[in-house]
């Protein structure tokens, strides 16, 4: 899964993305992400270091990922 900002995110669009499929055994993941800094990397440490570990592990299909609060914040 990549882990790049989208151009428009809203609410809706998160949740219009999630398969009314979805289920336990057929999970949907919604991840919150540290926003991306001047470096064009996550602000947070642990986003950092969980970066690699998200995009092997879940599928883009089968998540949305939600960019929130910028480090000022």
Known sequence: MPLLP???QT???VLSSIPSTA???DPFFVIFFASIDE???PWC???SAAEGVIARTISEERSA???VGQRPE
Request: include cysteine; aromatic fraction near 6%; glycine fraction near 12%.
């Open 23 to 25: 289920s336990l055994k």
């Open 45 to 47: 440490g642990d986003c």
């Open 65 to 67: 990922l939600v960019y």
């Open 6 to 8: 989208p151009t428009t």
């Open 11 to 13: 609410p809706q669009s």
């Open 39 to 41: 470096s064009g990397r």
